[in-house]
């Protein structure tokens, strides 16, 4: 509920409240203002059960939407049952994959490097 709604519903409980209250005042008769005070208590207390058994309402509604969401997350995270196709899984097989590219270009580093250093060689002992 917005900000300006809900001050919205406080100030309409607040006149109502306020407006029952004036009834009460105005009554001359006691047992009759008595009987309008119980009457109101009882009006309290029956929308404060109405209310919070709306909000236990939206408390389910919302925790059954967030377990929702966390088994779908839950599938993607572990494989839906597929152990070998959890995201854990795939970054395991990512990981791996570079690491084999990295020594892969290790090699060819070293088989460049190696030519160059031949060919250095070569070079020197012709010049001498």
Known sequence: MSDKNYFQLEVKVSDKNRILWEQVRRETDPKEATLL???FAEQAINEGINDREQLRQEIDKSNKELQSEIAGLRKVLQGNGD?????IARLDRIEENQRKASD????IVWIV???VLAQIVLYLLNVL
């Open 104 to 107: 892969s270009v290790n090699k």
């Open 83 to 87: 152990p070998s196709h959890s995201i």
């Open 37 to 39: 005070i119980a009457d």
């Open 113 to 115: 490097v190696s030519a």
